[in-house]
């Protein structure tokens, strides 16, 4: 199966402070992009997404970044709180290949109170 | 709305049996369902693509005779791991498309083969 990557970097951040969780692409045919939070022994969680045809999108205390000319996506967390801590993965999709979802190779993110 | 749920979550076989792994639709139809799978502390990998009615569509590396997959309905597919091995054992996770880009994961279930 497809993935980009098999290991697993760690992100450690202190309660209250910002979170930015990077993630590189190489599918330039990619024009839709994911981000997901998973908790263990669960399915991934939907947090945001963001079109080709933007750079930046905001959610709630979240926001994604997309650089297309360096083919790199960032997941900013604003106020990080312990109940963040998680495994975040961006993920890809592709006007050429229908709806297959891609997974990146995740950040495992940790929140010290 | 946009529920998917798996059944068992989690189940324990014998090496050399045959498991059966469901991903339900609870509240919409999904022509095409995915599964994926996680080894401890990796990203999910996607296995194969199933689609309503027709045969699916494996990964490359993915043996499609191991891994039998049925979707017989808008809002169950199967996977089905057959004469499982202990390095079959994994997180098995499915997820059901309702339209583009609107894909929506279940809980995952865990295999452990003894």
């Known amino acids: 199966g497809e993935s980009v990557g098999l290991h697993l970097p760690t992100l450690s951040v202190q309660e209250g402070d910002n979170s930015i969780i990077n993630c590189a692409y190489s599918n330039s045919a990619s024009d839709y992009f994911i981000w997901y939070k998973q908790e263990s022994g669960k399915g991934p969680q939907f947090i945001i997404d963001?079109?080709?045809?933007?750079d930046k999108r905001q959610g709630q205390r979240v926001t994604v970044l997309l650089n297309k000319t360096v083919k790199h996506l960032s997941l900013q967390i604003a106020a990080t709180q312990p109940g963040d801590s998680a495994v975040y993965f961006c993920a890809e999709n592709s006007r050429t290949s229908y709806d297959k979802v891609i997974f990146g190779p995740g950040t495992s993110l940790s929140v010290i109170p | 709305g946009a529920v998917v749920s798996q059944h068992p979550s989690w189940v324990i076989c014998k090496s050399g049996t045959s498991v059966k792994i469901e991903c339900r639709s609870l509240d919409f139809q999904a022509t095409t369902m995915f599964w994926y799978r996680q080894f401890p502390k990796q990203s999910l990998m996607l296995m194969a693509t199933?689609?309503?009615?027709?045969?699916?569509?494996?990964e490359q590396g993915v043996e499609k005779d191991k891994f039998l997959i049925n979707h017989a309905s808008l809002t169950l597919s199967t996977l089905t791991v057959t004469s499982a091995h202990p390095e079959d054992s994994s997180f098995y996770i499915c997820?059901?498309?309702?339209?583009?880009?609107?894909?929506?994961f279940g809980p995952g279930t865990r295999l452990t083969v003894t």
């Open positions: 997820s059901a498309g309702r339209g583009m880009n609107e894909q929506y």
């Open positions: 199933s689609n309503e009615g027709s045969k699916a569509t494996y």
């Open positions: 963001i079109r080709s045809n933007m």
